[in-house]
């Protein structure tokens, strides 16, 4: 018997994209290897100017796949155009969207209503609008499409899959709180480390700019909407109606003075100005015997989210991470006063990929 063949389309082949890609050859190889499994054919990768597909939806080799799509000379498609060349496709097919792109997000609803699956790191698409949300799921229901979005929220780590259980299962969730950034992680655990009495603060921004760890330009870390965007998603999955990531109060870790500075350069360059304040709060947590950290948390009784500088004691798992780690608590009714705990690498583009690889291991299985 013919295995049956499901066809993948990636969007964004950066970082996280070629960490999948590389996945992806693995677990077709995987596949290829048992008779009952279905056959992955690859037949569009497409980042910003260049889109490298099969017309005639024969799969890509994964052989020189980076230089293929650097030398293609097929007319970059748009994102509609790409939208009706997978609707059209002769069999079942996967479209995993590696980018943080607003525009791929906003075009979910027609992805999904078009009987084209989703597998997506983009936390844009599920922390949007609340109709956004809405017409995302509403789209997968009615065309029996599937959605996963894991590494949303954590990278490869089973956030979103663990909350889900414990919903669907009839927990009743009450108290979500942790560390979801890495940047966040690896600036407190060394400004602020529980033993020891750690950097300037300006210092270790740009410790943690020159490892990585941090976006292009710092501002779109310490403005704390990645982690808004996060709790975003966690709240709504736990039966908040959150309209978006500014919905609710968010504490940015940028001094007023340099929220308008031209550049990453200039705010790098003048940050140090201002190390004074962050000294303070560091300062006054020592006092109490505690440490800082940057968290997020959800009340889901009071329906309350917030995203800030909390203060907690040396032996709080929150204040033990090491490195670039996340924390995720979960406070639920069954769990009791003992958190459900999730740890571990919340960002790179491995791990990321990883949790988009085994969301696309999910969806092979429904199709």
Do not use: C
């Not at 947590?285 to 040396?314: Q, Y």
Request: hydrophobic fraction near 40%; avoid cysteine.
């Amino acid at each position: 018997m013919a295995s049956k063949e499901i066809f993948i389309a990636v969007i964004g082949a950066g970082g996280v994209g070629k960490a999948f890609l590389s996945q992806l050859e693995g677990l077709s190889k995987r596949l290829s290897a048992n008779a009952s499994s279905p056959k992955l054919s690859l037949i569009l990768v497409s980042r910003s100017t260049k889109t490298l597909y099969s017309p005639q939806y024969k799969a890509l080799p994964f052989l020189n796949l980076a230089t293929s799509l650097a030398d293609s000379t097929n007319k970059p498609l748009s994102l509609t155009e790409i939208i009706d060349f997978l609707a059209a496709a002769p069999a079942k097919v996967v479209l995993v969207d590696n980018t943080s792109s607003q525009d791929v997000a906003d075009s979910y609803p027609q992805v999904l209503s078009r009987g084209i699956s989703i597998v997506t790191p983009n936390k844009k698409a599920f922390s949007g609008s609340y109709k956004l949300w809405q017409d995302i799921f509403s789209s997968a229901a009615s065309s029996g499409a599937k959605v996963y979005h894991e590494s949303s929220v954590g990278a490869g780590l089973p956030v979103i899959s663990t909350l889900k259980d414990l919903v669907e299962t009839g927990d009743e969730v009450t108290r979500i709180e942790g560390v979801f950034s890495g940047t966040m992680s690896f600036l407190f655990n060394s400004f602020a480390p529980t033993e020891g009495s750690g950097g300037k603060w300006s210092a270790e921004v740009k410790k943690a700019k020159e490892l990585g760890y941090t976006e292009p330009d710092p501002r779109d870390d310490l403005n704390g909407l990645d982690v808004a965007r996060k709790l975003t998603i966690l709240a709504r999955l736990a039966g908040l109606q959150v309209e978006s990531p500014t919905s609710f109060p968010v504490q940015s870790l940028i001094p007023k003075a340099l929220e308008s500075v031209g550049s990453g350069e200039e705010f790098m360059q003048r940050l140090p100005e201002f190390d004074s304040e962050m000294e303070e709060t560091k300062a006054a947590a020592e006092k109490e015997g505690k440490v800082v950290r940057f968290v997020g948390s959800i009340d889901v009784a009071k329906k309350e989210v917030k995203v800030g500088l909390e203060k907690f004691d040396r032996s709080h798992p929150i204040a033990a991470l090491k490195g670039s780690d996340n924390i995720i608590s979960f406070y639920t009714k069954r769990y009791g006063a003992n958190a459900l705990i999730i740890q571990g690498a919340g960002a790179g583009g491995d791990v990321t990929a990883m949790g988009v690889t085994a969301d696309l291991i999910k969806v092979l299985g429904q199709l």
